[in-house]
């Protein structure tokens, strides 16, 4: 009986052991597979924070390189506006003159326009050399990015819209505005023409 129940105790102990040593083996693995995970996520984890990284500094780099570009191209886009000033000058001038009464019709004239000829197209010369063109509008379709509408000015001959007169002139430097045309555009009469006609006829008629 004695070794019976010894014989019981042994087969017990080995059951308790094996198991022991299963549950051991279970968390080991755990162990190693928690040991496996971890490394792969902080690797993960790195390799985004490096990514983002190498984007923000290219993202620098590109903002510094347009920013030299645009310094280099548009330094002097304040100096330039300013001296627009003297075109404007030359051009008020030349009107001042040419509606001078004492002045209509003369020699003198004549030599001054010529003059103020000479200078402005010799400016607008040095502007050009410096990528500053002046904006076309005389008979353009208004274009508010180029030209901005001062008046209205009856005339059925043109397209409603069409730039008919140009009151100051604008300018580009490159491809950005220095500043915008002045211009007057043309409407179609508020008069109906068939109506004119009409009346003419009644009026003959009589």
Known sequence: MEKDQNNNN???NKEVNSEASDISSKKDSAGKDKKQILPEEKIIELEDKLTRTFAEMENQRRRFEKEKEDAFDYGGFTFAKEALNLIDNLDRSKQSLENDENLKNTDALSKMLDYFNIITKDLLSVFEKNNIKPIESINKKLDPNLHQAMMEIEDNQKEP???IQEIQRGFLMKDRLLRPSLVG???KSSKNPEND????EKMENK
């Open 197 to 200: 006609e009409k009346n003419k």
């Open 161 to 163: 819209g069409t730039i």
């Open 10 to 12: 042994e087969e017990k």
């Open 185 to 187: 555009v043309s409407k």
